[in-house]
């Protein structure tokens, strides 16, 4: 029985493009989202037996082949792919399969992380596209619509896009700061949505 430490679960986790953060691993193993084994000292962390991480692999990815792709990778999965791919749900042509994934990920209300809106934040980026201040005031309206409880604003996001509005928003990846990434599309999404019609 193969047994993976958490840096080596993340390493198969991100290969699959499930997570691109360990907080997450960790999040997922202490929730019991993924079956562990709980560490017995702080010193020894958490572990997770292959085939634990590959049946909550099989429940994430779109289709089988998928999974054969790592089959040559330093991964012993081999045996664990072969046994209960039933379990994976058949791929729709007409969706995006890795959207498909996002959804069911976000219904489970899975996570990598959220950013905190600030106005200023806003404003700054109003101004760096040279759009009105009619805008910043809209947006930030949009914003404080779409708090969903909590005292501030924030926008919840999962690798490449976010959750706004109930709408999937892809990231801008021409930024590096997640905050910008995240920040300049939700601008489009509201300026398109809200001013346009």
């Known amino acids: 029985m193969t047994v993976y430490d958490i840096n080596k679960t993340f390493d198969v986790l991100k290969k699959y493009k499930i997570t691109t953060n360990i907080e997450s691993v960790r999040r997922w ?12 000292s702080r010193k020894e962390g958490w572990r997770v037996r292959e085939e634990d991480l ?23 999965t081999t045996s664990v792919i072969n046994k209960n791919t039933t379990n994976v749900a ?31 934040r806003i404003r700054e980026c109003i101004q760096h596209r040279g759009y009105s201040k009619d805008l910043e005031e809209k947006v930030w309206k949009v914003c404080e619509a779409n708090k969903r409880g909590y005292s501030h604003p924030r926008v919840p996001y999962l690798l490449e896009a976010f959750l706004f509005d109930g709408q999937r928003i892809l990231m801008d990846e021409n930024f590096e700061d997640p905050e910008e990434k995240i920040l300049f599309p939700l601008i489009e999404y509201v300026r398109n949505k809200f001013i346009s019609s």
């Open 90 to 120: 058949k791929e729709d042509p007409k969706e995006d399969p890795r959207a498909q994934m996002w959804w069911e990920c976000v219904r489970k209300n899975i996570f990598e992380g959220y950013i905190t809106i600030k106005k200023n």
């Open 54 to 76: 590959f049946e909550f692999i099989r429940e994430r990815v779109p289709s089988p082949d998928v999974l054969l792709e790592l089959e040559g990778e330093d991964f012993n």
């Open 29 to 40: 193993l202490r929730e019991g989202t993924i079956k562990g084994i709980p560490p017995k």
